[in-house]
């Protein structure tokens, strides 16, 4: 085991030797393998966006088996999706890569400014399956969102008691919040400051942009003036917001870029800014195969310093 891999586990000194081993099962497997960074697949949109808004692009992604195989084939750290997905080919591909079972999930039919997830997998589901992590996602700004903190914390302590990883899909949004102010600073920084507190061992947001919403927040970035105006720059504040850098903190992929140069600045932003990976979904699996395999791959050489 790596030094780096050795000082990360060290930050989660509450956690039982199965929860530890189960984290550096991710941080030793796929490329990147020590390094201390992640490149996650995460395959939850035919769920939240529907089957053909996800997959037609690329219609071999219809089949659940494809996502296990394109990040196996890329070396990806681990392969996160809903129950029926992992289900589908978690015997069939069983240890050959770390599996997250995403244990909440919305549509998209409804259309509300408050938004909410249902409960849509288990603990026991991911032990069952030979997951190592479960994720779960959390709406800081909706109406909804104490009932969300509380499930989160829940499923944090069942995990725990069976030695599984916690990882938060922390995303703001709702009627307490702006379009803008879904991705503002300020508001992702706290976002992430929830899901450190509320247990997660891998948090999950969305890159920000140099957009303030709150008022009170505003006057305390610039008095204290906070770096904030490069993507880098606002990438180091987030991970400054995670315990000091003391969680490991992953950045969306986002909606689909085909525009390669724009998706690499993005992942150079995230490396700069002392980010520890990026969990790519769209940008991957609605592109054909030969491309979703040689942008997974440059990802994570630019994760771990190895391209320009």
């Known amino acids: 085991m790596t030094d780096r891999v050795k000082e990360i586990l060290s930050w989660y000194g509450a956690d039982s030797p199965g929860t530890l081993t189960n984290l550096a099962r991710l941080l030793n497997h796929g490329r990147l393998a020590g390094t201390g960074k992640l490149v996650i697949l995460p395959v939850d949109q035919g769920f939240e966006h529907g089957p053909a808004r996800s997959f037609a692009r690329n219609p071999a992604a219809y089949d659940p088996r494809y996502h296990f195989r394109l990040a196996i084939d890329a070396g990806c750290n681990a392969y996160a999706a809903p129950l029926g997905f992992l289900e589908a080919g978690a015997r069939e591909f069983a240890g050959e890569i770390p599996l997250i079972l995403k244990t909440n999930d919305a549509d998209s039919l409804l259309d509300e400014p408050d938004p909410d997830q249902a409960t849509t997998g288990t603990v026991e589901d991911a032990l069952r399956l030979g997951c190592c992590a479960v994720g779960f996602t959390i709406y800081p700004g909706s109406a909804h969102q104490y009932q969300m903190f509380e499930q989160a914390r829940a ?3 069942e995990a725990k008691r069976y030695g599984l990883v916690m990882v938060i899909w922390a995303y703001p949004r709702g009627s307490g919040l702006s379009t803008a102010g879904e991705t503002a600073i300020d508001v992702v920084a706290y976002a992430a400051q929830i899901a450190a507190q509320l247990g997660a061992h891998i948090i999950k947001v ?33 991970v400054q917001s995670a315990f000091d850098g003391r969680r490991i903190l992953i950045f969306s992929g986002g909606s689909a870029i085909f525009d390669d140069k724009a998706l690499y600045d993005e992942f150079r932003a995230i490396h700069d800014g002392g980010g520890f990976g990026s969990i790519i979904g769209r940008n991957s699996f609605q592109r054909p195969r030969e491309e979703a395999l040689t942008m997974l791959r440059t990802a994570m050489d630019i994760h771990a310093g190895k391209a320009a």
């Open 155 to 157: 499923i944090a302590e």
């Open 206 to 238: 969305k890159l920000p942009t140099d957009h303030l919403e709150t008022e009170a927040a505003r006057k305390v970035y610039e008095e204290q003036k906070i770096p904030i105006a490069t993507q880098a720059e606002r990438v180091r504040h987030v």
